[in-house]
């Protein structure tokens, strides 16, 4: 007679133990059911494109409870991607004022981490965490969708029960800790090379070398330093060619710059495909709209524009008079 | 009847937590079902629970600031009593637990209506411009469908033979056929199940809100637990609209063996219906809804009515 009795009771304290640690299930209903808001700023559509992946049958983050809502009011997490300019600022902190708490922010993209390539803009307003406190930030230009999800798992991971009653989690402070050895690390080993070091904030760095440097420099950041290629921009101006050589830490959220000018009649440089294939193409294509020659690219045939231009014309190639003075 | 049973009836059996938890289930199966047309995975088993403890334990509960703050509060619950009231009428007939009363299908008829209208009247109270928009395209679809809910329940009540309580409706189909074995059943089937795509506000007719478009339309403002209560009242919703069509319809329930599996898969093959037409069909406009019930929907109706008229 006494086995049915203790059993039941044994069932009854195992529903109780679901139901009794309150702070346990509350965080673990927020944790599997984060519903989030899409807030693009001035973004250039690749990292909302990724975003939408996410959704998408392949990737599929309903599985994790993950949904797109409309309205900021029914938001667990802001993700905000592109450039945060003059007009995106306002509007970025009235959203987040109207967030309900506890609301976890995530910046997308290398634009939404630290301002990207746009740093420089004069209607560049900080990247996110200079407005509002980031939970997550997923750098990449643009992030795959497979980062996009580590990212918030990682997020969902963080969320303790501590930085539920705060309502927002602190910042994790490890970015921009590395900075200054990797800086000094390259002046030592590349001294003559190095022409200026321009630190713009606390985790973007422009470096102009000697264009003969360059392959050193950029298979000792690769291979060294643990850098990734992300990509290279062009520019013809009166100082000559000047190459962007964009590469990123990830890990310690840094971007650094490789700058070169190269001479206005002559533009040569050694290619940096054979160190990572990923500058292969944008090589091919600045060759193609500039003019510029790799040397030992294994390819530099037209990309885009064959038959529509003729040998020798580069579309992005100035004529400069004095009077541009 | 003493109160304590009336109290058990509404909040627990078959009332508020029945229905919530059923509902919630028939909300998970309709959004797994959802995934696998998308050849997605789908959510798991317990996600319409964290979504609503979530809403419900976690997040912050934001008033509007322009609009009556007291009157956004109180309709999410007026739409959880209507809706949990609708479905103790219905449930009681149907799981044979007590006959109900004369003219029941009248009265869940109107309490049918209560969770949309409390929507408005919350829409309108939250003072924002796009919850207003929302409002009046939902006022708007009721007007479409409501017509052509009465003219499926009336064509109901003239094949059971001038019964107007559901006991008297279900008892009438277990002795013959169930009213969808027959022309005129089917066609005020058809009708019927446009009528609930329109009541639970699901594509085709979720132009009240339209995420995409005014961003969740009459729910914009709602954060918190009255929003956790709206989720709530779609999930009760999403199971006695399928119940009443079953009780209509298909024969209700029943509960001797084998039975009980085909009451389970009666009410899925409802939810599934429901579903599919959510998956396969953009939204219309409004003017386009309205068209649709009042000529289309009430012709089909029309019909049907004709044809019992003739003894079809």
Redesign the interface.
Known sequence: MDEPDSCNCTDIDRIWLLIIPAVGFKDYCFKRSLWVFHFGGASCNNCDIEILDCLTPRHDLERFGILLVGSIRHADVLLVNGVINRHDKERLLEIYRQAPRPILVVAVGACGCTGGMFTESYTFEGPVDKLIPVDAYIPGCPPKPEAIIAGIIKLVNKNGKEEMKKGAIEINPVIGQTRGPDINIIREKFGSGILEVAVKNERRIVISIDSALLPEIAEHLYRTENYRFIIASALHTKRGFEIHYHFSKDTAGLILNLHVILDNNKPEIESLSNIFNASNWIEREMHELFGINFLNHPNQEKLISEGNWAEGIYPMKKTFTDTDE | MNLAGTLFYFLVFPGLLFVAVAGAFLSWFD?KIT?RV???????F??P???F??LL??????LPKHGSPMLFLLTPVFAVFGATLAGVFILLPLLNIEAGFKGDVLVIFYLLTIPSFSYITGALASGNPLAAVGGSREMKLILGYELTFLLVIAGIVMKSGQQIDLVEIIANQKDGTPFIGSISGILLFIAAIFCIQGKLALVPFDMPEA??EI??GI??????VP?ALIRLTKYIMLFILPAFMVALFMGGFSFDGIHILWSVLKILAVVLLITLIRNTNPRIKIRQAIRFFAIWMNLIAVIALILIAFGY
Request: net charge negative.
């Open positions: 959004r995934a998308q050849f997605r995975v789908g959510p798991p317990l996600q629970y964290f979504d403890f979530k334990l976690v997040k912050e509960t934001i995420e995409s961003t969740e729910f914009i403002e709602y954060s918190g929003y």
